[in-house]
């Protein structure tokens, strides 16, 4: 049973460009959320999607979007990129929109020059 | 909105040494509360979790944490520390708004084990 896969692993871009993070769900799974894990703190909270929709949203600018696709699959988006979105972005997948816990992928190393 | 206190942002034990590690949670309903080690350059890693039920939970590598209810704690403990338990370790909480949950993380505590 594949747990949450995440490409790419790392990344690094240039300021003011824009990147795209892909996230595949646990299996079975069909809600998928993304977090931001700035180097030293704890993660924070970007968005939720589900049904093809995004249901919730943390303290995130526009220039933070995302998509969710039919099959589950997700993409997180950063457009305009600054040299503090360089963080570890995690997956997270869970069970329904109503499930409490969630699994969390390895992360794409995000890194902006 | 729920929040997550973790006192001490580094903390450090001699091998063998008991493990302490606190996370405080403010809440207005009954919580849903883990623990998760990130070993360098690495993706999170469930160590425990509280749902319901039995208040003292057991979890991988001989790690264990007690959920009480009176004090809003959910402090992590191990009896022994190794050297390899060296990582940081984050508590959250899973918050639900609008019937969705997210995750409330702390700000992490990273354990150093002296030899």
């Known amino acids: 049973d594949a747990g949450v896969t995440q490409s790419p692993t790392h990344l690094i871009k240039t300021r003011g460009q824009q990147v795209t ?13 993304w977090y931001q894990q700035a180097l030293g703190q704890g993660p924070q909270f970007i968005f939720q999607y589900y049904e093809e929709e995004e249901r919730q949203r943390g303290n995130f600018p526009d220039r933070f979007s995302g998509h969710q696709f039919p099959n589950y699959s997700s993409e997180l988006n950063v457009n305009a990129l600054l040299l503090g979105d360089s963080a570890l972005y995690l997956c997270a997948s869970s069970l329904a929109m109503g499930h409490y816990e969630q699994y969390f992928g390895p992360g794409t190393r995000l890194t902006v020059t | 909105a729920q929040s997550v206190t973790q006192l001490g942002s580094h903390v450090s034990v001699s091998e063998g040494a008991l493990v302490l590690l606190r996370c405080n949670y403010s809440s207005s309903v009954p919580p849903y509360l883990f623990w998760y080690v990130q070993y360098p350059n690495q993706g999170l890693q469930l160590l425990l ?25 959910f402090h992590l403990t191990k009896p022994s520390a190794h050297m390899s338990d060296a990582a940081e370790y984050f508590c959250a909480v899973s918050e639900k708004t609008s019937g969705t949950y997210k995750y409330i993380f702390g700000t992490g505590t990273r354990l150093k084990v002296l030899a």
Request: hydrophobic share 25%; glycine share 10%; aromatic share 8%.
């Open chain 1, 21 to 33: 993070l892909r996230c595949s769900p646990k299996s079975g799974h069909d809600t998928v959320s």
């Open chain 2, 49 to 73: 979790k509280y749902t319901t039920g039995a208040t003292l939970v057991k979890g991988i590598n001989g790690f264990e944490a007690e959920f009480k209810k009176s004090e809003t704690s």
